[in-house]
């Protein structure tokens, strides 16, 4: 039996850690009541997608997430990697067209074995291929108000991932988002992450400055940590903000025009001043993005045409590809509307 959590990330460095992908990606979709057929298209997907980075990039990541709607349940697949990248995607996409070594379905027919299918690449940087599958039998009906990317790598060398997030789309056109960054890394910085969350789940329908200082508050007896939290409201089009240390947010409109959000200084369970929160439009085009300092800041999406519109795990995919750290936990999470977002389904 393979022990198998609802998120994980494969590092992909030969075609030995495809097979890994390929068990790991359909234990969890057994885990989460696919059928033999719809394991078996797990299974065919992730194996294409892990051996396309093995075969033609240097490295790269493939991320599996548990996905919810409701009573739904899918799985999300986001391969990452640092190659060539496909000069032209348009070819790559038909029928026929298929990387010499891999199963030999090509990208097309796994655009077409997914209920959502998005790819952006970059000559000489690398592709990003988001891929996600429904059971057959689930009516997946795509209502959600907001698209929704993540991804998240511990540091090297940890089990545990000192950064934790939680994204709620329970309310009608309403998104909550918080990243909480343990200070340091490893276990009692991922406690000091968790404790956080459990805080947010336990005190819904707050203010957010009255959920920081609960947590400042709950936090006291761990190693700390910095949190930000953004709350969306389409119908209002408003983004209410606030956060205390280095979690970073920023709202983007089209490729070119971006407005970081403020943050107070401290640390969560142990300094912090009186919170204030900010008020700031939501564009009708608008791009959430936030991550901890895991990711450098000096991002533009403008370097990347046609990015700014595409799913939000691409846009998360791209960010952590291109300007990880790379020595310490990192988070991403990117988020728009649903309405006119470049994913298919």
Not at 328 to 336: N, Q, S
């Amino acid at each position: 039996m393979i022990s198998v959590a609802e998120s994980f990330v494969i590092r992909i460095a030969d075609v030995s850690a495809a097979g890994e992908v390929r068990r790991k990606a359909t234990a969890l979709s057994a885990m989460l009541g696919f059928d033999e057929t719809d394991q078996g298209t797990v299974s065919v997907v992730a194996a294409e997608a892990a051996k396309n980075i093995a075969i033609h990039a240097r490295e790269g990541e493939v991320f599996v997430r548990t996905l919810r709607e409701g009573e739904a349940v899918g799985i999300e697949l986001l391969a990452v990697d640092r190659g060539p990248g496909i000069e032209d995607v348009t070819r790559a996409m038909r029928d026929g067209f298929s990387s010499a070594g891999t199963a030999g379905i090509g990208i097309g027919a796994m655009s077409r074995m997914s209920r959502v299918f998005d790819l952006f690449s970059t000559p000489g940087k690398g592709t990003v291929v988001l891929a996600q599958l429904w059971p057959r039998k689930t009516v997946h009906r795509g209502s959600e108000p907001f698209q929704v990317g993540v991804v998240q790598l511990s540091k090297d060398g940890e089990e545990v991932c000192g950064d934790n997030y939680v994204v709620l789309q329970d309310e009608p056109d309403v998104l909550l988002v918080m990243i909480a960054d343990g200070l340091g890394h490893g276990p009692l910085a991922h406690a000091a992450a968790a404790e956080a969350v459990r805080v947010l789940r336990g005190h819904r329908g707050v203010t957010l400055e009255r959920l920081l200082e609960l947590m400042h508050a709950a936090l006291r007896p761990t190693r700390g940590a910095a949190a930000s939290i953004v709350q969306i409201n389409v119908r209002t089009r408003e983004v209410q903000f606030a956060g205390v240390g280095n979690v970073a947010g920023a709202i983007l409109s089209g490729p070119t025009t971006s407005r970081s959000m403020a943050t107070h200084n401290g640390t969560l369970g142990h300094s912090m001043r009186k919170v204030q929160g900010f008020s700031y439009p939501w564009p009708a085009d608008g791009v959430l993005i936030m991550h901890s300092d895991g990711l450098g800041t000096q991002w533009k999406l403008d370097k990347y045409p046609g990015l700014s519109k595409r799913h939000p795990a691409l846009i998360a995919g791209v960010l952590y590809r291109d300007f990880n750290r790379g020595r310490d936990d990192v988070t991403v999470v990117a988020a728009r509307e649903a309405e006119g977002a470049g994913s298919r389904s």
